[in-house]
T-cell receptor, first 111, second 117 residues
């Protein structure tokens, strides 16, 4: 049973639109959540972290966490073609030393 | 560059050969992780060090795999008797434990892409 689930996509959005990426996790003990962007052939690059229920905004990115529903999302406003990449969601449980990654959602922003 | 570095970036080897990869974490980071990633998958946890102590190993890490972090700084990952199924991107990440709150944010190196022929 996968512990972090993401829709593999591709998710296609037009340039300038809002892209919404979703992630669910199974371990209720998970307390920290991370979104990474990964371009093809490159390593993951941290976009945002979120620890508390609610929204966290950073520039064009907003992360949302709902621990009751075990759901994390990432919104990308004013999507650009350069945002086209795979977005990985990761959950961390303190004491396990492990970050569990989803398989990623491939985002395509169409110019 | 003060980020995580990995060497080599690419490695092509023949089945049965041994390979060793190196990771240099961000200098003040005390935690170091190794992951393996194959096409279409997220990174899979292999092992974890806090300083020089190896605290966790995945069941994915067969006895052909060994990792060290001898002085709590750089780390090496060795694969003995490589198999074609070992072909993957091997990622290293580091983080700073105890930096407050829930923070234990990992930063990844560029990865080593291994191809076993």
């Amino acid at each position: 049973q996968k512990e972090v689930e993401q829709n593999s996509g591709p998710l296609s959005v037009p340039e300038g639109a809002i892209a919404s990426l979703n992630c669910t996790y199974s371990d209720r003990g998970s307390q920290s959540f991370f979104w990474y962007r990964q371009y093809s052939g490159k390593s993951p690059e941290l976009i945002m972290s979120i620890y508390s229920n609610g929204d966290k905004e950073d520039g064009r990115f907003t992360a949302q966490l709902n621990k009751a529903s075990q759901y994390v999302s990432l919104l990308i406003r004013d999507s650009q073609p350069s945002d086209s990449a795979t977005y990985l969601c990761a959950a961390y449980t303190s004491g396990t030393y492990k970050y569990i990654f989803g398989t990623g959602t491939r985002l395509k922003v169409l110019a | 560059d003060t980020g995580v570095s990995q060497d080599p970036r690419h490695k092509i080897t023949k089945r049965g050969q041994n390979v060793t990869f190196r990771c240099d974490p961000i200098s003040e980071h005390n935690r170091l992780y190794w992951y393996r990633q194959t096409l279409g998958q997220g990174p899979e946890f292999l092992t974890y060090f806090q300083n020089e102590a190896q605290l966790e190993k995945s069941r994915l890490l067969s006895d052909r795999f060994s990792a060290e972090r001898p002085k709590g700084s750089f780390s090496t990952l060795e694969i003995q008797r490589t198999e074609q199924g070992d072909s993957a991107m091997y990622l290293c990440a580091s983080s700073l434990a105890g930096s407050g709150g829930n923070t234990d944010t990992q930063y990844f190196g560029p990865g080593t892409r291994l191809t076993v022929l």
